[in-house]
Structure formats: structure tokens, C-alpha cells
């Protein structure tokens, strides 16, 4: 398989404790992008990276929260003293950016299946 | 502010029957607009992206500057069309676009 994956799937924690995420973009891709999605509602923007370079950061994404893409490849996102309200699913995408920047129509997101944050 | 509203979070139809799925977006700037589906136990995929001006699936979606909508049309719906639609909207860097703000979906269910 070689789109997005992510890992794990599901996690079940208590309150209090941290938490981290992987994702693992397609190859070539250099752009990524963290959601969250809660019951009922669509994805929301969390933050993105071109390469290694965190390019913006959502206001959903409180101090507890960081993500890192130390080479550019895979990223992780962590949260620490998890609460109840961070219970979600978390979807990571990537895409591809020209890096001639010259437009293109190959800027297009293609999502990971997700990991399901459960806080106890 | 950036939002995508999709009044219905359920569309029931029969087979055989025209579909719109309904989409509006606020945004001050030049926007391109998505359609993403996410079938049963699937990830979210891109349907179609009104730049490319594509009809997949037998699905169309024009968007209209005007009431800023973008509706997404299919004139005979399938079972297999059952889905969650996601409409979502980013701005655009002349074809290409960073972060995706979404609706809160609508699920299509097509009986028998």
C-alpha cells in the first residue's frame, strides 16, 4: 500500500497522560498536513508542514500540542496531558508541491485512515 | 471569516433519482473549492476540485461566485453513491493550495 498511513489506529488513554501520533506520508510528497475531526463535524485544520519546515500552525493547536517532521519524511504529533475534549480522530494528508513553483494541478490532499484518540 | 456551510447532514433518495448535495462558502479572497467522499470504512478522498472542471463518477459541481455555492449535481443516483460528502473550500495559490477548511458533511443515502 502506498498512500498515507498512520499509526496507531486507535488509542485509548487516560486523562492526563501524553499521547503521540504518527503519520507517514506518500513518498514523494513533501507537504503534510494534520486534522482533527470530532463527532458530527468535518475535518479541521491543525497544522502543515513543507519538507521539515512547520509552514503554519491552527489556533486549535494549544500549547500541549506539537508536531514535529524531523527530515522531511514522516511527522508525529504529540499531546500531552491528554483531557477528555481531545478525544477525536486524527487525520494526517499529504500532498505534492511544484518545487519549481510553477502551478500545477498535482496539489491535491490524499488523507490517511486516521487514528481514534479516546480519553478516559 | 473562512466557512463552508452544507445545510443537510442527511440526504435520503431512491435509486434512480437526481442528487444535489448542497454547499455554501464564505470567503473574502479567491477560493478553490472541493469535494471529498469518504464511503463506508474508507479514507476521505478528493471527488473533484471545481478547477478541474471534471465530472467523476458522474458527479458535476459548478461553482457560482454569485450565491458562492458550490453544489455537487449527479442526475441518477446509485447505491454506491452512499457516502458522507465533505464540501471544502482553500484559498488559492494559482492552482495549488495549503490547508482545507471543511463542512460538516452531509451523508447521501441511496435506497433501492
Known amino acids: 500500500d502506498t498512500g498515507v498511513s498512520q499509526d496507531p489506529r486507535h488509542k485509548i488513554t487516560k486523562r492526563g497522560q501524553n499521547v503521540t501520533f504518527r503519520c507517514d506520508p506518500i513518498?514523494?510528497?513533501?507537504?503534510l498536513y494534520w486534522y482533527r475531526q470530532t463527532l458530527g463535524q468535518g475535518p479541521e485544520f491543525l497544522t502543515y508542514?513543507?519538507?521539515?519546515?512547520?509552514?503554519?500552525k491552527s489556533r486549535l493547536l494549544s500549547d500541549r500540542f506539537s508536531a514535529e517532521r524531523p527530515k522531511g519524511s514522516f511527522s508525529t504529533l504529540e499531546i500531552q496531558r491528554t483531557e477528555q475534549g481531545d478525544s477525536a480522530m486524527y487525520l494526517c494528508?499529504?500532498?505534492?508541491?511544484?518545487?519549481?513553483?510553477?502551478?500545477?494541478?498535482?496539489?491535491?490532499?490524499?488523507f490517511g485512515p486516521g487514528t481514534r484518540l479516546t480519553v478516559l | 471569516a473562512q466557512r463552508v456551510t452544507q445545510p443537510e447532514k442527511l440526504l435520503s433518495v431512491f435509486k434512480g433519482a437526481p442528487v444535489e448535495l448542497k454547499c455554501n462558502y464564505s470567503y473574502s479572497g479567491s477560493p478553490e473549492l472541493f469535494w471529498y467522499v469518504q464511503y463506508s470504512r474508507q479514507r476521505l478522498q478528493l471527488l473533484l476540485r471545481h478547477i478541474s472542471r471534471e465530472s467523476i463518477k458522474g458527479f458535476t459541481a459548478d461553482l457560482n461566485k454569485g450565491e458562492t455555492s458550490f453544489h455537487l449535481k449527479k442526475p441518477f443516483a446509485q447505491e454506491e453513491d452512499s457516502a458522507m460528502y465533505y464540501c471544502?473550500?482553500?484559498?488559492?495559490?494559482?492552482?495549488?493550495?495549503?490547508?482545507?477548511?471543511f463542512g460538516t458533511g452531509t451523508l447521501l443515502a441511496v435506497q433501492p
Open positions: 494528508a499529504s500532498s505534492l508541491w511544484p518545487r519549481s513553483g510553477l502551478t500545477s494541478s498535482t496539489d491535491t490532499q490524499y
Open positions: 508542514f513543507q519538507n521539515e519546515a512547520q509552514l503554519e
Open positions: 471544502a473550500l482553500s484559498r488559492d495559490y494559482g492552482g495549488a493550495t495549503n490547508k482545507l477548511i
Open positions: 513518498s514523494e510528497h513533501n507537504r
